[in-house]
């Protein structure tokens, strides 16, 4: 995994407008080093139990990435996730192999975000 996945990405103090410029920077920046054509956000599956900050987080985190991607000339796209897990064999996530795209094993941090990120990640390759 590129070292921006393991590294603290929250913006931080949410009523601080520098710290939001900071993770939109830091993204347009990995956005660049990593040759990216196209983002692909799943909309998140958790609508009940937020607290008012893991919000507000969740959506400074989206606004960075949107914002990035816009100054950078990415494709950007929002997509539910039986949609992108419809498109790796996978209508539900969690039963995404990694077999579907390649990988022989579950790389690290499968069962905590990669699958859906390599799901994602072949979703938004589609037809490119």
């Known amino acids: 995994m590129p070292e921006a996945f393991t590294r603290?990405?929250?913006?931080?103090?949410?009523?601080d407008?520098?710290?939001?410029?900071?993770?939109?920077?830091?993204?347009?920046?990995?956005?660049?080093?990593?040759?990216?054509?196209?983002?692909?956000l799943l909309e998140t599956t958790k609508y009940a139990n937020w607290?008012?900050?893991q919000a507000q987080q969740r959506v400074l985190c989206v606004a960075a990435v949107m914002l990035a991607a816009a100054e950078e000339g990415i494709h950007y796209e929002v997509s539910r996730a039986a949609i992108a897990g419809a498109h790796v064999l996978s209508p539900k996530l969690e039963n995404f192999s990694p077999d579907v795209i390649g990988l022989g094993s579950a790389p690290k941090y499968w069962t905590t975000g990669a699958r859906e990120a390599y799901a994602a990640a072949a979703f938004a390759a589609r037809d490119r």
């Open 8 to 15: 603290e990405t929250y913006p931080g103090d949410v009523s």
């Open 17 to 40: 407008p520098a710290a939001l410029l900071e993770l939109t920077l830091r993204i347009r920046q990995d956005l660049r080093d990593w040759s990216v054509h196209g983002i692909v």
């Open 51 to 53: 607290s008012y900050s």
